[in-house]
């Protein structure tokens, strides 16, 4: 069965220092991985996607993630936090085959940024 | 930006009573899905709906739990007889056409249900 595992539920970091949110999956077939996120009140917005075509992905607002097959990771980074970054952040795997593609997500990792 | 629409963003209802659940996924999506998130626990995939059916469901989806697109545009989840556990935030999602597991489901803000 396919999953991801996020390593820590809260990471705290101070507003222009680095951020690594990090993920792990399982999957027996190369994964279609994402990385979405959920402001308070608001929605699940997608950050990124990982669709096999670079294992460096970029997304919105300066986030990007890197695929290590070797290390079974998605880790999830931004050089310099600001505030409005704190959030919930979600990474999910969507399983290979299957006609409906749903997606199964990690428990999150909430992240606080100090000013 | 086409975006998922939920409502109501808040339901409060007493245990045994029906909830119906509204979202109007982006226009031209062909694939509808429904997930919960139980306070403090991960987001959980419920129902998938493709061509006016039932792709695939959870073992959560039980007799309970039923989807609709009843005109063309809006998609429903109804709880028939709701229960105390049934109480998360409900999550429509939508997404466009047969690209398969790389392409982007959009997500809408969510509906609080709250079961008395």
């Known amino acids: 069965a396919q999953s991801v595992t996020q390593l820590d539920s809260h990471v705290s970091v101070s507003e222009g220092t680095p951020v690594l949110l990090r993920c792990n999956y399982s999957s027996s077939y190369s994964p279609s991985l994402f990385w979405y996120v959920q402001h308070p009140n608001k929605g699940l917005q997608l950050l990124l996607k990982y669709t096999s075509a670079a294992t460096l992905v970029k997304g919105i607002n300066g986030f990007e993630a890197e695929f290590k097959k070797s290390e079974t990771s998605f880790h999830l980074t931004k050089p310099s936090a600001h505030m409005s970054d704190a959030a919930e952040y979600f990474c999910?795997?969507?399983?290979?085959?299957?006609?409906?593609?749903?997606?199964?997500f990690g428990t999150g990792t909430l992240l606080a940024v100090q000013p | 930006e086409p975006e998922v629409t939920q409502t109501p963003s808040h339901q409060v209802t007493q245990m045994g009573q029906e909830v119906i659940l509204r979202c109007v996924p982006i226009s031209n999506h062909l694939y509808f899905y429904w997930y919960r998130q139980i306070l403090g626990q991960k987001v959980e995939f419920l129902v998938s709906f493709y061509n006016n059916e039932i792709s695939e469901k959870s073992e959560i989806f039980d007799d309970q739990f039923s989807v609709e697109r009843p005109d063309g545009s809006n998609f429903t989840l109804k709880i028939r007889s709701t229960k105390l556990e049934d109480s998360a935030m409900y999550f429509c999602a939508s997404r466009g056409g047969d690209r398969g597991p790389q392409e982007t489901q959009y997500f809408g803000p969510g509906t609080r249900l709250l079961v008395l």
């Open positions: 999910v795997v969507s399983p290979y085959g299957g006609a409906t593609n749903k997606l199964i």
